[in-house]
């Protein structure tokens, strides 16, 4: 794993599209979404702090997003050339305070649901922040740790 953290430290220019790194993305992405939906499954997600910037990332998400449905993601708004348009300045704004801020970090689309393939999409690390703590906020991760077990992606009987 350390080695691999080293390659992916590396400039982008070295790699050209190279299988392994990407691989090596794909396994660092899943990695941090199965931290993060075991941490919703013990914990208050209220009482969750995902930056040192928590306050100013959901401020200025709600203040560029105030009508923005976080319980159940539309991907077009985020991933469409219009939402990629309008989502770029704000992600910018974190460029300089936010560590990879612009790493790629899957998202669960429907806030009820645990990470699966066709609930998941690829995001940018600051989108992730951005709507995982508007849902932490707001309510919308609450029901995860009545639903799953922590340490295991499997519903409750």
């Known amino acids: 794993m350390l080695a691999g953290a080293s390659v992916l430290s590396r400039p982008a220019e070295e790699f050209e599209n190279d299988p392994t790194v990407e691989a090596m993305w794909a396994i ?41 449905d976080v319980k159940v993601l539309n991907e077009d708004e985020m991933k469409s050339a219009e939402g990629k348009e309008k989502w770029r300045p704000f992600c910018e704004k974190f460029k300089n305070c936010v560590e990879d801020y612009s790493f790629g970090t899957l998202i669960r689309l429907d806030s009820d649901g645990e990470y ?11 989108q992730f922040f951005a709507v995982e703590l ?24």
């Open 28 to 68: 660092k992405a899943y990695e941090h979404a199965e931290i993060y939906f075991n941490i919703l499954c013990s914990v208050d997600p209220r009482l969750l702090r995902l930056t040192p910037n928590d306050d100013a990332i959901y401020k200025a998400f709600r203040d560029e997003f105030p009508n923005m």
């Open 116 to 126: 699966t393939e066709a609930n998941s999409i690829l995001t940018t690390r600051i």
């Open 134 to 157: 508007a849902r932490n906020r707001e309510g919308y991760n609450d029901g995860i740790r009545t639903k799953y077990k922590p340490g295991k992606t499997e519903q409750k009987s």
